[in-house]
T-cell receptor, first 114, second 115 residues
Framework: DTGVSQNPRHKITKRGQNVTFRCDPISEHNRLYWYRQTLGQGPEFLTYFQNEAQLEKSRLLSDRFSAERPKGSFSTLEIQRTEQGDSAMYLC????????????FGSGTRLTVV | AQSVTQPDIHITVSEGASLELRCNYSYGATPYLFWYVQSPGQGLQLLLKYFSGDTLVQGIKGFEAEFKRSQSSFNLRKPSVHWSDAAEYFCAVGFDAGNNRKLIWGLGTSLAVNP
């Protein structure tokens, strides 16, 4: 068990480009969550998966954002046509079951859109 | 609506001093309560959690927290702060409502430690 792994750690992209982040959860965890955190704020929920099914998406997740977890293991979060307002830390977490088991977070991917 | 409040945006303490970070929540029943710590540029690390039972919870790095139902609070404490404790601290609450699946977060308290 190496914890939750996120790649890349940092990403700088030009406005209008597409970016994709990857999250590898703890292997036995069936739930995977994506959060976004801007400076000075707590994490904001974006979406979550139970196994391969995406069960909820926040209103924060505009149509430029898409997340997948094709085999119920790793997940990808893609942002199309990035905007400067997308600059944030994108955090992935996994858990076994719901909040009763808490979450294990990855170190995050920091996105800077220039 | 459920909410989590961390009244102190920023706290500065001297190394070796005691620490208390406040967290209040708004919910009609007993939630699941968490404290996380985040160092600059890093992800979130779980310090401790409360689900039920003893209202005084021990966590990692010498931290503890006490759940007080009457005050809807879950304050984090440490008797003697170390310089390495400087970080951002987040209180989070999980609600057992059917297919509960996410946490509600406070805005965080930034802790600075003077030598």
């Amino acid at each position: 068990d190496t914890g939750v792994s996120q790649n890349p750690r940092h990403k700088i992209t030009k406005r209008g480009q597409n970016v994709t982040f990857r999250c590898d959860p703890i292997s036995e965890h069936n739930r995977l969550y994506w959060y976004r955190q801007t400076l000075g704020q707590g994490p904001e929920f974006l979406t979550y998966f139970q196994n391969e099914a995406q069960l909820e998406k926040s209103r924060l997740l505009s149509d430029r954002f898409s997340a997948e977890r094709p085999k119920g293991s790793f997940s990808t979060l893609e942002i199309q046509r990035t905007e400067q307002g997308d600059s944030a830390m994108y955090l992935c977490a996994s858990s076994l079951g719901g909040s009763l088991h808490g979450y294990t977070f990855g170190s995050g991917t920091r996105l800077t859109v220039v | 609506a459920q909410s989590v409040t961390q009244p102190d945006i920023h706290i500065t303490v001297s190394e070796g001093a005691s620490l208390e970070l406040r967290c209040n929540y708004s919910y009609g029943a007993t939630p699941y309560l968490f404290w996380y710590v985040q160092s600059p540029g890093q992800g979130l690390q779980l310090l401790l959690k409360y689900f039920s039972g003893d209202t005084l919870v021990q966590g990692i790095k010498g931290f503890e927290a006490e759940f007080k139902r009457s005050q809807s609070s879950f304050n984090l404490r440490k008797p003697s702060v170390h310089w390495s404790d400087a970080a951002e601290y987040f209180c989070a609450v999980g609600f057992d409502a059917g297919n509960n699946r996410k946490l509600i977060w406070g805005l965080g308290t930034s802790l600075a430690v003077n030598p």
